[in-house]
């Protein structure tokens, strides 16, 4: 019994040292994990990738690539085909330039997860036609349209639908900071919507946030839009949620409601806006219930917002090439009388 018991010590003793540096040697070369593998990018590891792309091409649905800065920034166009995560040592340091042609990550899989990253210099930061994905925590900079870009089309059975965008920061983009985008959309097709867009802080955009006609059941809760040269929030769908955000300073509308309304904009602050809110609507549709919003300073009475409804002539409704434009009116009816502590991302 004593030499049994001896002869264990000695093992776990081998095992309590060899393990650690098991897991070290492992630190920048592919391991497996109950997820799938990981595959390394950039770093001086044995076995390391040179680029982004091949090692997504190596890679399969559940495996993880992890990108080093030590190579950055990494000139590339990454095309992701399957459900993997792709993640950066660091958002300020691990960059993926685009050199101002195509998109920096172009998403062809559902259930893809973007994170760690400084995407710059492409026509779009990321391209997504797909569902389920996740962007965390990115920084998408210097874009020539839009920093992240959800396109939905019937025709090519694309959807872009229940996608969760959070705690990025995009700033500089020549189109929209965040666009989800609809055409050619019919019947009981479900496109760009349930998507969750949550905790980003976007400024010095053309546009902040755009959710497009079709585009519905949408949550657009707990973002910084600030400085945009156009307009903060624009929505043309229906059933959209725009809460806990904080508007301002947008150098046309704060908030745009266009097309088909029923939108709840609740628990926001909207304030030094050109234009703080608008909307333009027919009068058959359902108006947008505006909610408990900080304007700016305390209301004693509702908050007017002023918009117009778009009718066809009354002296001759066949007439359709000649519509007529009324200005109407939606009322926020408790107006919150101070602002919502409002973070976006870091």
Same mark, same amino acid.
Not at 99 to 126: M, P, Y
Not at 197 to 226: P, Q, Y
Not at 291 to 298: D, F
């Given at each position: 019994?004593?030499?049994?018991?001896?002869?264990?010590?000695?093992?776990?003793?081998?095992?309590?040292?060899?393990?650690?540096?098991?897991?070290?040697?492992?630190?920048?070369? !592919?391991?497996?994990?109950?997820?799938?593998?990981?595959?390394? *990018?950039?770093?001086?590891?044995?076995?390391?990738? !040179?680029? $982004?792309?091949?090692?997504?091409? /190596?890679?399969?649905?559940?495996? +993880?690539?992890?990108?080093?800065?030590?190579?950055?920034?990494?000139?590339?166009?990454?095309?992701?085909?399957?459900?993997?995560?792709?993640?950066?040592?660091?958002?300020?340091?691990?960059? @993926?330039?685009?050199?101002?042609?195509?998109?920096? @990550?172009?998403?062809?899989?559902?259930?893809?997860?973007?994170?760690?990253?400084?995407?710059?210099?492409?026509?779009?930061? #990321?391209? #997504?036609?797909?569902?389920?994905?996740?962007?965390?925590?990115?920084?998408?900079?210097?874009?020539?349209?839009?920093?992240?870009?959800?396109?939905?089309?019937?025709?090519?059975?694309?959807?872009?639908?229940?996608?969760?965008?959070?705690? &990025?920061?995009?700033?500089?983009?020549?189109? /929209?900071?965040?666009? +989800?985008?609809?055409?050619? *959309?019919?019947?009981?097709?479900?496109?760009?919507?349930?998507?969750?867009?949550?905790?980003?802080?976007?400024?010095?955009?053309?546009?902040?946030?755009?959710?497009?006609?079709?585009?519905?059941?949408?949550?657009?809760?707990?973002? $910084?839009?600030?400085?945009?040269?156009?307009?903060? $929030?624009?929505?043309?769908? %229906?059933?959209?949620? $725009?809460?806990?955000?904080?508007?301002?300073?947008?150098?046309?509308?704060?908030?745009?409601?266009?097309?088909?309304?029923?939108?709840?904009?609740? &628990?926001?602050?909207?304030?030094?806006?050109? *234009?703080?809110?608008?909307?333009?609507?027919?009068?058959?549709?359902?108006?947008?219930?505006?909610?408990?919003?900080?304007?700016?300073?305390?209301?004693?009475?509702?908050?007017?917002?002023?918009?117009?409804?778009?009718?066809?002539?009354?002296? /001759?409704?066949?007439?359709?090439?000649?519509?007529?434009?009324?200005?109407?009116?939606?009322?926020?009816?408790?107006?919150?009388?101070?602002?919502?502590? +409002?973070?976006? %991302?870091?």
């Amino acid at each position: 019994m004593k030499k049994c018991f001896a002869v264990g010590i000695i093992v776990l003793f081998i095992a309590v040292v060899i393990n650690p540096v098991i897991a070290q040697n492992a630190d920048r070369t !592919s391991e497996s994990t109950s997820n799938g593998n990981w595959l390394y *990018v950039g770093g001086n590891g044995a076995g390391n990738y !040179s680029t $982004i792309q091949d090692a997504v091409n /190596d890679s399969f649905d559940g495996d +993880i690539v992890f990108v080093y800065d030590d190579s950055s920034p990494y000139y590339e166009y990454v095309v992701i085909p399957c459900a993997i995560t792709l993640m950066g040592e660091n958002k300020e340091t691990t960059i @993926i330039d685009g050199n101002h042609r195509g998109r920096n @990550i172009d998403l062809r899989s559902d259930k893809v997860t973007i994170t760690g990253f400084t995407l710059q210099n492409a026509e779009n930061g #990321i391209y #997504i036609t797909t569902n389920e994905n996740k962007i965390i925590g990115n920084n998408i900079l210097n874009h020539h349209h839009n920093g992240i870009y959800l396109r939905s089309n019937n025709e090519e059975t694309t959807s872009s639908s229940f996608n969760r965008i959070e705690n &990025n920061f995009i700033s500089g983009c020549e189109q /929209d900071g965040i666009d +989800i985008f609809v055409w050619q *959309v019919s019947g009981a097709f479900s496109a760009g919507s349930n998507n969750m867009i949550i905790n980003n802080t976007l400024t010095e955009n053309h546009a902040g946030i755009s959710i497009g006609r079709e585009a519905g059941k949408n949550l657009v809760h707990g973002n $910084i839009v600030m400085s945009s040269h156009l307009n903060g $929030i624009s929505i043309s769908g %229906s059933l959209n949620q $725009i809460t806990m955000n904080h508007i301002e300073n947008n150098g046309l509308y704060g908030i745009k409601l266009y097309g088909p309304c029923f939108n709840t904009i609740q &628990n926001n602050n909207i304030l030094s806006n050109d *234009v703080d809110a608008y909307f333009y609507t027919t009068l058959i549709h359902f108006r947008s219930r505006w909610r408990e919003n900080y304007w700016g300073r305390a209301y004693l009475l509702p908050k007017v917002i002023v918009g117009q409804n778009h009718i066809r002539d009354p002296i /001759d409704p066949k007439n359709g090439d000649e519509p007529v434009d009324i200005i109407s009116f939606e009322f926020d009816l408790h107006p919150a009388s101070k602002p919502y502590d +409002i973070g976006g %991302s870091g």
